[in-house]
T-cell receptor, first 115, second 114 residues
Framework: GDSVTQMEGPVTLSEEAFLTINCTYT??????LFWYVQYPGEGLQLLLK?????DKGSNKGFEATYRKETTSFHLEKGSVQVSDSAVYFC??????????????FGQGTILTVHP | KAGVTQTPRYLIKTRGQQVTLSCSPISGHRSVSWYQQTPGQGLQFLFE???????NKGNFPGRFSGRQFSNSRSEMNVSTLELGDSALYLC?????????????FGPGTRLLVL
């Protein structure tokens, strides 16, 4: 079945540091890829997505490129802020059949940014 | 446009009881998915409804069930609650549940089973 693997956390950075959170996936077919963020006590918010190979999703300074050859979708940000402290989830969604309405998530990466 | 809403936000139940959670999707969205989030298992897919029909189901026991109404609002029910059912239950909606569509999540219902 489909699966997503994220780098082990937690990740602790100083403000303005560079962020990378690795994400690799295994899937049948040709999935869409997503990064969601969860702030304490809240639901998930879409951060960015990519629906085909070599697409780059970007939002709020975060970027991720859909790499089909390496089955990866790594999240990057050039300069993190304290307000970026949250849990980040990589996810995939396949097409049709047993994939209707189903996101498959990685285990989540806790990011803490210190001033 | 109003976001996905879930009620109640918090629930405390005892083992053996049953519980019903409600989800109102974004207007115009016909696909509603439910997820269970726990520290140990992470985010796991429960089921998805579209046009009042369950199209997809995750690997959960039959105690977990759901339904969708003609206005796309959805409910999920857990019968004979167990301690392990304590979790954050998240509802998400999208237009049709398709591959490239964004799912929009509600704030969740936090269930504590004592």
């Amino acid at each position: 079945g489909d699966s997503v693997t994220q780098m082990e956390g937690p990740v602790t950075l100083s403000e303005e540091a560079f962020l990378t959170i690795n994400c690799t996936y295994t899937a049948t077919g040709y999935p869409s890829l997503f990064w969601y963020v969860q702030y304490p006590g809240e639901g998930l918010q879409l951060l960015l997505k990519a629906t085909k190979a070599d697409d780059k999703g970007s939002n709020k300074g975060f970027e991720a490129t859909y790499r089909k050859e390496t089955t990866s979708f790594h999240l990057e940000k050039g300069s993190v802020q304290v307000s970026d402290s949250a849990v980040y989830f990589c996810a995939l969604k396949n097409a049709g059949g047993t994939s209707y309405g189903k996101l498959t998530f990685g285990q989540g990466t806790i990011l803490t940014v210190h001033p | 446009k109003a976001g996905v809403t879930q009620t109640p936000r918090y629930l405390i139940k005892t083992r053996g009881q049953q519980v019903t959670l409600s989800c109102s999707p974004i207007s115009g969205h016909r696909s509603v998915s439910w997820y269970q989030q726990t520290p140990g298992q992470g985010l796991q897919f429960l089921f998805e409804y579209f046009s009042e029909t369950q199209r997809n189901k995750g690997n959960f026991p039959g105690r977990f069930s759901g339904r969708q109404f003609s206005n796309s609002r959805s409910e999920m029910n857990v019968s004979t609650l167990e301690l392990g059912d304590s979790a954050l239950y998240l509802c998400a909606s999208s237009l049709t549940g398709g591959r490239g569509e964004t799912q929009y999540f509600g704030p969740g219902t936090r269930l504590l089973v004592l």
